[in-house]
């Protein structure tokens, strides 16, 4: 299978889809810059790793990170790391009770653990540039990026393997790519990793962006957007996004022969 062919099919496919609601050219720039300003900080790095963290399953309606970003910073003591790396979960799990007035814990229980770990893996850096220079020393090769999410998946958590994918991708490191619901599918449905293997799902789509000669960045914003259809920069919702990924997979399958 000629994975290029794979990727430019699936390209033409999104933006033949978007054209009505989102221009080309609104397409290439989703694809290719990440949501992130520059960062030069560390609260800037965690800050992004508490979005992140909340980004998968049922969290982001439990959790609502973009919507009370500053409630959590001010309980957070303005990102205070080492005064967050000093709390117990419990504790932490209380106040965000006050203020946010739930009633199910086991969500909000799982998050605070990833608050609290994530700010002591934050406080073993000295500075942001010590920080930005070990993710470097790791982003050498493929074998080296991998091992480095896992490790990060380990390190952190409510992370897993997925999550660390996407603190990197965001990171500005575009080799990365997340292996979710939507891109495991994908892959499933064209032979090239078994189902719900995360890690399969990774090196399937760096497979994918080297021959295909973009970065994994753009494989994975590519596949997403088809099967959410959600242009959020741009407060844009393609519609029916669950018809438009099952007539996507069919017609993957046809192209590439896939039974």
């Known amino acids: 299978m000629n994975l290029k062919y794979v990727y430019d099919f699936s390209y033409n496919f999104l933006v033949n889809q978007a054209m009505g609601y989102v221009s080309k050219q609104e397409v290439d720039n989703f694809i290719s810059n990440p949501d992130t300003k520059e960062l030069t900080r560390l609260t800037d790095a965690y800050e992004l790793l508490l979005n992140i963290l909340q980004d998968f399953n049922r969290y982001p309606n439990v959790i609502k990170f973009s919507e009370r970003k500053d409630r959590i910073k001010s309980i957070l003591d303005n990102y205070d790391l080492k005064h967050i790396a000093s709390l117990q979960p419990k504790d932490l799990l209380e106040k965000f009770k006050t203020e946010f007035k739930f009633d199910k814990d086991a969500m909000w ?10 700010a002591k893996f934050m406080c073993s850096f000295k500075d ?16 080296t990026r991998e091992a480095f999410a896992l490790f990060l998946s380990k390190k952190i958590d409510n992370m897993g393997f997925a999550i660390a994918c996407n603190w990197l991708k965001e990171l500005g490191y575009y080799q990365y790519a997340k292996p979710d619901t939507h891109t495991k599918d994908i892959c499933y449905a064209l032979g090239l990793a078994p189902k719900d ?3 399969a799902c990774f090196e399937a789509m760096v497979r994918v962006s080297k021959d295909a000669g973009v ?5 994975d914003k590519v596949w997403w957007l088809i099967c959410s259809g959600n242009f959020y920069r741009y407060n844009k919702l393609l519609p029916n996004p669950g018809q438009r990924k099952e007539l996507f997979l069919s ?3 046809k192209q590439f022969t896939v039974k």
């Open 109 to 118: 229980l799982r998050y605070t653990k990833g608050v609290i770990s994530g």
């Open 215 to 219: 970065e994994a960045y753009k494989v």
């Open 197 to 199: 293997d995360d890690l």
């Open 128 to 143: 942001f540039n010590e920080f930005k220079s070990t993710f470097d020393s790791f982003n050498v090769n493929d074998m």
């Open 251 to 253: 017609e993957l399958k």
